[in-house]
């Protein structure tokens, strides 16, 4: 490879970051997918697109996030000074609504009147009936019938705004079927509807859409360090699922060199048992749900189920900028188990009067490990991407507290 | 190069008949059973044989041939088997048309180049790759052609007059129709809009067009075969599979049965 000038040029016009990404969809979807792309490009260069986002953005989603220095808990570890990026504090609980809005302005704008989407811990199930119950949007959200189990409180939310939220059986009844789900509705319904994917992946142009609606965290938290240090961060730390709360801190630094980043993928009950969702560090690459990029995946490339706590972070896959940048060795790649990010959660409710999600959780406990390493000058910050009341009775089970 | 596939359709133009394509998911029920069901299609009358590569997530499938699947892996079906079935099929038959169909990761996972030499020298004639679009051609479709396997291109309701020429370019064999927006076995497309599909077909390639997608009765079968020079039949035969196994009945017996009623239909409707 040539040296490069810049890590922030991706895609190509073929929607590939290196051999990552592409369009590996059905015929039916292709005429849709390259509109999808004419469209976002077209809305990208009018001003009023982005006007009208960063309207409901500010006064609906209630951005920009603090950025919070956490005093107490960068004493307990003794190293690098942690700030937290607080996207937990948006409406909704999570990142996820910075993308689902800008989608839906788009779906509104190709005069697409439905809206589909998948959704695995529910958050982002939760933003699309959210967004689509503000807009006045018929919206269609699938869901694992194994995770509409271990997340009741979401679904019954998106129920509450007017969401059909379809069980999905089929394969592992997971995430990843539920993405399947969604696009067999989308080959179906391919005049009417708009896909709003959750995450940094799928065929081209959603990889690079999404994190650009999700660049609003790293822009922020730019602003906001230079303001409070005045200066850059030293070390960015997020979680892994598909990637997209990681993608948006990241990216708007890419071309720093000073700053150091660590995504955090889940690693379940420990990388060696198999039993993890850690497709960076334990799968290869392969091509699933329109783009290749790392997957977990078998000797015959079928795809094997992801293990994790949390079901945000159960994906055999990964967006697929974040397996270039692998690949580049640019973003450091790491993995936090289950039992790590449990501790996690406790301790930054102690010590922050903070109840995480149990996504961020798992960049929480890399925290843990790295901060002790840095000095105390180091700038740490790291994305506190969802709030953890969802979590709760996941995490009274597994600490075998009846509720 | 003229390979068994275009030496299939120009008989079938010689019989002034169109032909019946059997899709069956390679494995399914379990593999000897499957062997020997292959082994008798061309007798019980299909013209073509699609054979599916089992694929743990197949979007572009319905419910029937997503069962399908998991029948199939669970008999311990693999890429490498399924090339090794249709091995075996060759030792008995050398003219009747065999095509792959599946997705692209297994395929990419064993490897593209030993894929395309295997599956030739096992006597595979074809392939059709559902998320394979044009635009990624680099992957599979160029080593395919080059290595002397037919690339077979999906067309459908959403392929324009715009789009169908950057579809059917570098297209071979035979030109696949999916009558309906959607997945497998689940609509029908309605005989009027297969006429109006194939006259715009018509108007872009001099391949043959084979119409699949929803059907599933032998009257079906016979419509699609006065308007398309073949009629494919998928899910309704792996739906018979399944219903037949559940039963604990003879599971080749019925579809087979299924495939000379198909057949029937197919042959008397000559054009």
């Keep these: 490879m040539t040296t490069r000038n810049t890590f922030r040029a991706g895609p190509d016009e073929r929607g590939h970051f290196g051999i990552y990404g592409g369009r590996f969809v059905a015929e039916t979807l292709m005429p849709l997918v390259l509109e999808v792309e004419k469209a976002y490009e077209a809305a990208k260069k009018d001003p009023s697109f982005q006007a009208e986002l960063d309207w409901y953005l500010e006064h609906y989603v209630g951005r920009p996030s603090p950025l919070y220095y956490a005093a107490r808990l960068t004493e307990h570890l003794g190293g690098a000074k942690i700030y937290f990026k607080r996207d937990e504090l948006n409406h909704t609980g999570a990142h996820k609504i910075n993308n689902v809005l800008g989608q839906a302005l788009l779906a509104r704008r190709m005069g697409k009147r439905r809206v589909i989407a998948e959704t695995g811990a529910g958050q982002h199930g939760v933003a699309t009936a959210t967004v689509c119950a503000l807009f006045d949007i018929p919206c269609v959200v699938y869901m694992g019938a194994t995770d509409i189990e271990r997340q009741k409180p979401n679904v019954f939310r998106m129920k509450l705004l007017g969401a059909e939220v379809r069980p999905v059986t089929s394969g592992t009844a997971t995430l990843k079927d539920a993405m399947n789900d969604a696009l067999r509705d989308w080959v179906a319904n391919v005049d009417t509807t708009f896909y709003i994917i959750g995450t940094v992946a799928g065929p081209h142009p959603y990889p690079a859409m999404v994190r650009d609606f999700q660049c609003v965290i790293g822009n922020e938290t730019r602003a906001q360090m230079q303001r409070l240090e005045g200066r850059l961060p030293d070390t960015l730390v997020a979680a892994i699922g598909g990637g997209s709360n990681a993608m948006g801190l990241f990216h708007p630094f890419l071309d720093e060199p000073s700053v150091r980043m660590i995504g955090v993928e889940a690693a379940g009950k420990g990388l060696s048992t198999g039993l993890h969702a850690a497709s960076m560090n334990g799968g290869r690459p392969g091509v699933l749900h329109g783009n290749r990029t790392y997957l977990l995946q078998d000797e015959d490339g079928q795809i094997k189920d992801a293990h994790s706590i949390s079901a945000g972070l159960d994906y055999p896959g990964v967006g697929p900028e974040h397996a270039w940048l692998k690949d580049t060795g640019r973003v450091e790649y790491t993995a936090i188990t289950d039992d790590e990010a449990i501790e996690a959660f406790q301790l930054c409710s102690k010590l922050e009067g903070i109840i995480p999600a149990l996504e961020p959780s798992h960049a929480l406990a890399q925290v843990m490990k790295t901060a002790p390493t840095l000095p105390k000058d180091n700038l740490l910050v790291m994305n506190m991407c969802g709030r953890g009341d969802k979590d709760v009775f996941a995490v009274a089970e597994r600490l075998g507290v009846k509720l | ?271």
């Design chain 2, 1 to 271: 190069m003229t390979g068994r596939i275009a030496r299939r359709f120009a008989a079938l133009k010689e019989e002034g008949r169109a032909g019946l394509v059997t899709y069956l998911m390679a494995g399914d029920p379990d593999i000897p059973t499957f062997a020997k069901i292959f082994e008798a299609l061309p007798e019980a009358g299909a013209d073509l044989i699609e054979l599916g590569m089992m694929f743990s997530d197949p979007m572009a499938d319905g419910p029937a041939i997503q069962a399908a699947g998991l029948r199939a892996q669970k008999a311990g079906i693999t890429l490498r088997k399924t090339i090794g079935l249709v091995r075996d099929f060759r030792t008995r038959d050398d003219t009747t048309p065999i095509v792959l169909m599946g997705y692209y990761n297994p395929i990419y996972i064993y490897g593209v180049e030993a894929f395309v030499r295997d599956a030739k020298a096992a006597g595979i004639d074809g392939l059709i790759i559902v998320d394979l679009p044009p635009e990624e051609d680099e992957e599979l479709a160029k080593p395919a052609l080059k290595g002397g396997l037919d690339w077979i291109r999906l067309a459908t309701p959403t392929s324009d007059d715009k789009r169908l020429p950057v579809v059917l370019r570098d297209a071979s064999g035979f030109v696949y129709y999916v009558s309906i927006a959607g997945i497998t076995g689940t609509k029908s497309a309605s005989v009027e809009a297969v006429a109006e599909a194939m006259t715009r077909l018509r108007r872009h390639t001099t391949l043959p067009v084979a119409v699949g997608f929803g059907i599933k009765t032998p009257e079906q079968a016979a419509e699609v075969a006065r308007l398309a020079d073949a009629a494919v039949v998928g899910s309704a035969l792996v739906q018979k599979i399944a219903d037949t196994a559940a039963k604990g009945g003879d599971v080749a017996a019925a579809v087979l049965a299924d495939v000379r009623a198909l057949a029937a239909g197919v042959r008397k409707a000559r054009r």
